[in-house]
């Protein structure tokens, strides 16, 4: 399996803070059965430089990489980032904020309030070739309130991902959950989003299961799938978007 969001690498962000915290989440990732993962710490387009970000998260790595162990856990890694959504995207070179030798960025948009310009800014990042992975889409209350919100960035080519918490702790906003978002086909892949062993840690395995048992092994291998094709830069198959319509004022 593959993590392709985490905040693993040491002292870059709120995740891990130390090289040793970074190595008991690597072998609990290691635990649960990922095999390859991509570490994704913040960046915030309005806030940080994105050069002075760059050599700070390759400086995290290197310190991570020769640590006493790391090369043992036989994790296959990649670097990316998970950007805070800001219009400034569109001029920025999106080969630097995309996975390692991939057209894949991942965004993370306000939690509260759907934030000016989504659509614009998607659309922009879609034509120049690169496909907008949308972070934890289940945690933001203007698409559980109204998931046609969602199902139109998909409908234009993004890729929607939902936290392993989410799933097994069958998070449930306004009625929608994670799990609805994976039926719907709303929601492309599984993440741990891991933080820290004590906080936030990693729980994929469990995810994983849960779908398998609610929704059918082939869920289960249509998501592992979708991640390697991700983390290959291969081409990510069109899903087959269920839009979801409202009836006596649930979602279905």
């Not at 046609?148 to 306004?174: E, H, W």
Request: glycine share 4%; charged share 25%.
């Amino acid at each position: 399996m593959i993590d392709m969001h985490c905040h693993i690498l040491p002292g870059i962000d709120d995740g891990a803070k130390t090289v040793a915290d970074s190595m008991a989440l690597l072998k609990e990732e290691k635990n649960q059965g990922i095999k390859k993962i991509v570490f994704t710490p913040h960046f915030n387009p309005e806030r940080q430089n994105l050069e002075h970000f760059l050599a700070a998260r390759d400086d995290s790595f290197k310190r991570l990489s020769s640590a006493e162990g790391f090369d043992e856990l036989k994790i296959e890694t990649k670097l990316g980032c998970e950007i805070y959504f800001s219009m400034r995207i569109i001029e920025m070179e999106l080969s630097k904020l995309a996975f390692e030798n991939t057209n894949y960025l991942l965004i993370e948009f306000p939690t509260n309030n759907r934030p000016y310009g989504i659509t614009r800014t998607m659309q922009s990042i879609l034509e120049r070739g690169y496909t907008p992975i949308l972070a934890h889409v289940e945690r933001y209350e203007y698409f559980t309130d109204d998931p046609i919100k969602l199902y139109d960035l998909v409908s234009m080519g993004c890729i929607a991902q939902v936290n392993a918490s989410a799933v097994t702790g069958n998070v449930s906003i306004k009625g929608v959950s994670p799990l609805q978002y994976i039926n719907w086909e709303l929601a492309h892949i599984i993440s741990s989003d891991a933080h820290s062993i004590q906080k936030r840690p990693p729980d994929t395995m469990d995810a994983y299961k849960l779908v398998e048992k609610k929704l059918g092994s082939q869920y289960k291998e249509w998501l592992i799938k979708n991640s390697y094709d991700i983390f290959n830069n291969n081409y990510f198959d069109d899903p087959v978007i269920h839009k979801p319509k409202k009836f006596l004022g649930r979602w279905r």
